[in-house]
């Protein structure tokens, strides 16, 4: 079946620095791939819709210059989060699809904490 | 726009207890509808999917039929073992788009 990784699986930061989550579909190419946002006992929130070589598509309300995403390949997609504060801190999902499938394929998440 | 509600949780049950989560949907067109089910500290992967009306998803022994007349795609299980609680979602996609729509989800919490 079709597999996505995320890398790393957690992480711990101070305030101020910047941290960059990756995306990877590991048995197919993903033309378009997205990141959700998950807080606790909460639902996932669509951040961004982004295809290969374009930029990306943030939905109302997030800012694209403190959630910098990338999708330089086919297999690849990358969200940072620059200059990372407490409020930041949540569970990072990111999803992908390939060519015509009707089906999203979901990463096992990030869970950042910025102390 | 669309929308997804989802009976609020936790649903609390004994092993072997018969399970629905009920799930109603607000959508222009033909939506999909899928069920997702996410365990602690992991994504979510896909349970089951209907793509049209009247369609059963079914998967590990848990089922969904898309009701188009009241808008609904209830998630049943005849009998919950302990491993089958996690957070359950469900979700629509319009015809021709990509994203999907979740809802807040419900947890299932199964005791022995």
């Known amino acids: 079946g079709a597999v996505v990784s995320q890398h790393p699986s957690w992480v711990i930061c101070k305030s101020g620095t910047s941290v960059k989550i990756e995306c990877r579909s590991l048995?197919?190419?993903?033309?378009?791939m997205f990141w959700y946002r998950q807080f606790p006992k909460q639902s996932l929130m669509l951040m961004a819709t982004?295809?290969?070589?374009?930029?990306?598509?943030?939905e109302q309300g997030v800012e694209k210059d403190k959630f910098l995403i990338n999708h330089a390949s086919l297999t690849l997609s990358t969200l940072t989060v620059t200059s990372a504060h407490p409020e930041d801190s949540s569970f990072y999902i990111c999803?992908?699809?390939?060519?015509?499938?009707?089906?999203?394929?979901f990463g096992p998440g990030t869970r950042l904490t910025v102390l | 726009g669309d929308s997804v509600t989802q009976m609020e949780g936790p649903v609390t049950l004994s092993e072997e207890a018969f399970l629905t989560i009920n799930c109603t949907y607000t959508?222009?067109?033909?939506?999909?509808l899928f069920w997702y089910v996410q365990y602690p500290g992991e994504g979510l992967q896909l349970l089951l999917k209907?793509?049209?009306?009247?369609d059963k998803g079914s998967n590990k022994g848990f089922e969904a039929t898309y009701r188009k007349e009241t808008t609904s795609f209830h998630l049943e299980k005849g009998s919950v073992q302990v491993s089958d609680s996690a957070v359950y979602f469900c979700?629509?996609?319009?015809?021709?788009?990509?994203?999907?729509?979740f809802g807040k989800g419900t947890m299932l919490l199964v005791s022995p």
């Open positions: 959508a222009t067109g033909y939506p999909s």
């Open positions: 982004s295809n290969e070589g374009s930029k990306a598509t943030y």
């Open positions: 209907a793509t049209k009306a009247d």
């Open positions: 048995d197919f190419q993903a033309t378009t």
């Open positions: 999803s992908a699809i390939a060519g015509n499938y009707n089906e999203q394929f």
């Open positions: 979700a629509l996609k319009d015809q021709g788009y990509s994203t999907l729509t």
